[in-house]
């Protein structure tokens, strides 16, 4: 990319506003990699949560677009079966499979992945991709915080299950947030229980722990290809329901669900190359903190991993 171009693209990052609406992609189109081929991902198995709604949907379309084999992850057993249903409809020869399974609920993803284990032998793609901004603070069947449970500790518990079903090339995405620049990793208060209870807060928070937790599965899937992205900001339900006022007034920047599926998409595709801290935006590597913090202290990523893997159940190596 030339240094002009790179130049433009890094300040509409730093920009924000420009960046993470539809102007984001309208521009850098122009000067990103090229587009997955059609058929590459014939033959290539996939599991996206999530995918009931929104950008899950859209990413499960267009993996299905590329070729790929895609099971789609829902936690309610009608809303699954009837997304299967449609895009069968949409797309007669599709190869789809509904999973369902609460990604917060540990006893949940446990069952669930003893039995996926059990019918598939190579997964070459894993998108975390299941998200919520919940309203009141709630409790998950194990009693975890929700947003740890659904952005956190129920995809750590689901990709160390599933390590042995990824093949040697596989990638493994977890859809993190922007707003995760605003919260810094911390190790104490994973539940959420100090003070007055912020959704918004416990959902910057646990995107920033998914980030960390990428990079970290990046070292302990080696071979393999793990980011995390952000989909810049995308008119779905989920924006309309958690965060209506922001939606109502960003209506006319929003991207479309199928923009906030492209890089995802895309990194799963193609799996290029990638550097710590593996986080992605617009098909290009990103910062993953602002310019004039400090870096992320090791003891503190060390002390969150060892907490993570011990409420989840994971053996850390
Ligand atoms: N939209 C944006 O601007 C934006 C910006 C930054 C990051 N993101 C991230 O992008 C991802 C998708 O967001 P979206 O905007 O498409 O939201 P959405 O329309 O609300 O979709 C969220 C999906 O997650 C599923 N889900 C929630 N809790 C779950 C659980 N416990 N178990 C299994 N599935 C669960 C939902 O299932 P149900 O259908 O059953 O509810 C739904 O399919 C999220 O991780 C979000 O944080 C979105």
Known sequence: ?????????????????PGYSKLGPALRRRWWPADPVRGSMRGRR????????????????????????????????????DLVARLTRERP?????????????????????ADFTSRVADLHGLVHNAGALPAQRSETAQGHELTLAVHVLGPHLMTALL????AADAA????SSGGMYGAGLRDDDLEFTD?????????????????????????????RHVYSTHPGWVATDGVTTSIPA????????????????????????????????????????????????????????????????????????
Request: proline content about 5%; charged content about 25%.
């Open 46 to 81: 996939v599991l996206v949560t999530g995918a009931t709604s929104g950008i899950g949907t859209a990413i499960a379309e267009e993996l299905l677009t590329l070729g790929a084999t895609v099971h789609v992850l829902g936690r309610d057993r009608t809303r699954t079966d």
């Open 172 to 175: 493994v995405v977890w859809m």
């Open 246 to 317: 922001f939606g109502k007034l960003m209506a006319p920047l929003l991207r479309t669900p199928a923009d906030g599926a492209d890089t995802t998409v895309w990194l799963v595709a193609t799996r290029p190359p990638s550097r710590p801290p593996h986080f992605w935006h617009d098909r290009a590597q990103r910062p993953s903190t602002l310019g004039w913090e400090r870096g992320q202290d090791p003891g503190t990523v060390r002390r969150f991993l060892t907490a993570v893997d011990d409420l989840a159940g994971v053996s850390g190596s």
């Open 93 to 113: 020869g599709a190869q789809l499979h509904a999973e369902v399974c609460d990604v917060g609920d540990l006893d949940a993803v446990r069952a669930w992945a």
């Open 163 to 166: 390590a042995d079903t990824l």
């Open 1 to 17: 990319m030339p240094a002009l171009t790179r130049l433009a693209d890094a300040l509409l990052d730093r920009a924000v506003v």
């Open 195 to 223: 003070g007055e209870y912020s959704g918004v807060r416990a959902y910057a928070r646990t995107k920033r722990m998914q980030v960390v937790l990428a990079a970290e599965w990046a070292r302990r899937l080696r071979g």
